[in-house]
């Protein structure tokens, strides 16, 4: 790993460590998959709709993202702050680049391992029918992709605040914007008075709009190019960011 990704790879394993090392990861992974369960199988009534695929799992993991996400994402450089350990960060032999790309990686590794964690729910559907599993698979992508973009938002925030619980508020609120710009609510409200490129424009900036296209089996290059842009530009802003507080 070190040897793959040089220096990225040396954060990115420590960082990966820290989580297993600690109650932090599993608490995560058992609550991500315990709301899963019950947004699927409860409020996305998956028994009761008497169709093979997982529509009634996907569906909530915007709404699912937009909490577990922040949580884990708070600490990523508001805790480094509050410690101190960050100007000890610095003066190791690394570029600012390689430690934000390094710990967000981890985060993002850890937030997958939670996903594919939840794989039993693929075995019941395929076990209770026969479903399109190339568009489940691509639903999984999508949604790996959307947390991603999450975790880059919540870096940026942590980078600006020493409080953990302000970063989680701030990312939070950033997230649910960039989710609810794409929900019939927020564009009905517009299309009654804006031109309709306005509109389109707002769709086109939501995580729902992009990951809904995904999760419907559609590998389109332009949601791809999306969220790697929303996570480039976010981690962008982190490094900057944290380039400002050294030096302050």
Known sequence: MDSLFGKTGIIFKRELMAYFSTPLAYVFIVIFLVM???????????????????????NFHPWLYLFMIPALAMGLWSDERKT?????????????????????????VLSGVA??????????????????NGVILAAYIGSWLMAGGFLAIGSCMSAMTRNAVIAFILTVAICFAFVASGSAIVLNAFS???????????????????????????LDIRDMLFFAAVI?????????VIEIKKAN
């Open 115 to 132: 996903l594919l964690l939840t794989f039993p729910i693929w075995i019941t559907v395929n076990y209770l029918g026969n479903p399109d």
């Open 36 to 58: 899963n369960g019950i947004f699927t199988f409860d409020l996305g009534g998956f028994f009761i709709r008497g169709q093979a695929d997982l529509q009634p799992f996907f």
């Open 232 to 240: 480039g530009a976010w981690l962008v802003a982190s490094a900057i």
């Open 192 to 218: 009654g008075w804006a031109p309709e490129f306005l509109t389109n424009a707002i769709a086109s900036l939501s995580f729902l709009t992009h990951f809904d296209a995904i999760s419907k089996g559609v």
């Open 84 to 108: 101190g350990t960050i100007e000890l960060l610095m003066t190791l032999p690394i570029k600012l680049r390689d430690a934000v790309l390094g710990k967000f990686l981890a985060a993002w």
